[in-house]
């Protein structure tokens, strides 16, 4: 059974501050890596894809990945009160050539604090 | 404008009604998959496609049935819905590593 988690949360920073959130997976085969956005009542939407170890930064977002550790994490700096919502961490797996089914973990939930 | 579309967004049920949700998507992917959303479990994937007429089980098949006649629809059947089906699902197209989740659909069994 291949397993994503993350600590639920909620997690509360104030505005400004670094919001950290974490993921581990237990599938040493897993390839890609993903963090998804989810305000409430809303669909998800990707904000961040990391694919080898090291960091990956777009704008005030940056993905960690290691591998060996089975481990990846998203920083948000300068968090904003509109960043206060679900984060989805979700892992792809599978050998080449099968569908590299896509697995979530059951989320955090951030609050940014005016 | 790209975009997965589901229909219902809210639906209330009673058990055994059969029920279908459908699922349209208009950025040609080859890729489709259902998931259920529940409180504290996250996003679980019921089934997916990789192509037309090709479907497979994800996590959580039981009691749902999927058919996939064209490349743009991938509808979600429930021959006889109980009340632990009670839940929000969300319709998804994968374009290369990004999947593009539908407005999802609340559906309450009682």
């Known amino acids: 059974q291949k397993e994503v988690e993350q600590n639920s949360g909620p997690l509360s920073v104030p505005e400004g501050a670094i919001a950290s959130l974490n993921c581990t997976y237990s599938?040493?085969?897993?390839?890609?890596f993903f963090w998804y956005r989810q305000y409430s009542g809303k669909s998800p939407e990707l904000i961040m894809s990391?694919?080898?170890?090291g960091d990956k930064e777009d704008g005030r977002f940056t993905a960690q990945l290691n591998k060996a550790s089975q481990y990846v994490s998203l920083l948000i700096r300068d968090s904003q009160p509109s960043d206060s919502a679900t984060y989805l961490c979700?892992?792809?797996?599978?050998?080449?050539?099968?569908?590299?089914?896509?697995?979530f973990g059951s989320g955090t939930q951030l609050t940014v604090l005016p | 404008e790209a975009q997965v579309t589901q229909n219902p967004r809210y639906l209330i049920t009673v058990t055994g009604k059969k029920l279908t949700v459908t699922c349209s998507q208009n950025?040609?992917?080859?890729?489709m998959s259902w998931y259920r959303q529940d409180p504290g479990l996250g996003l679980r994937q019921i089934y997916y496609?990789?192509?037309?007429?090709?479907?497979d089980k994800g996590d959580v098949p039981e009691g749902y049935k999927v058919s996939r006649k064209e490349k743009r629809n991938f509808p979600l059947i429930l021959e006889s819905p109980s009340p632990n089906q009670t839940s929000l699902y969300f319709c998804?197209?994968?374009?290369?590593?990004?999947?593009?989740f539908g407005p999802g659909t609340r559906l309450l069994v009682l």
């Open positions: 990391i694919y080898s170890n």
């Open positions: 496609s990789m192509n037309v007429e090709v479907t």
């Open positions: 998804a197209s994968r374009g290369g590593e990004t999947q593009y």
């Open positions: 950025m040609n992917h080859e890729y």
């Open positions: 979700a892992v792809t797996s599978g050998s080449s050539g099968s569908a590299r089914q896509l697995t």
């Open positions: 599938d040493r085969g897993s390839q890609s």
